[in-house]
């Protein structure tokens, strides 16, 4: 009887442990998701400023630093 119990214990900490796993990895998903469409966003929104700064006569450089681009704006 002292046996079946400590298996049932173990058997429902690791259903435990499975579920929890699984709540995480949804909410991964969750972020993954929500960080491609932030990304997708923000290409649209610095296409529309390139496009917009272009249009006024400024001059973008890009300035590398690290693992991003900076933009360096030149008024004419």
Do not use: W
């Amino acid at each position: 009887m002292r046996r079946e119990k400590e298996l049932t214990a173990k058997a429902e900490s690791a259903d435990a442990a499975r579920n929890s796993i699984n709540n995480y990895d949804a909410r991964i998903e969750e972020l993954e998701l929500q960080i491609q469409k932030l990304i997708a966003e923000r290409n649209d929104f610095e296409i529309k400023l390139e496009e917009a700064l272009q249009d006024s006569g400024v001059i973008l450089l890009p300035l590398h630093c690290r693992q991003c681009v900076k933009l360096h704006i030149i008024e004419p």
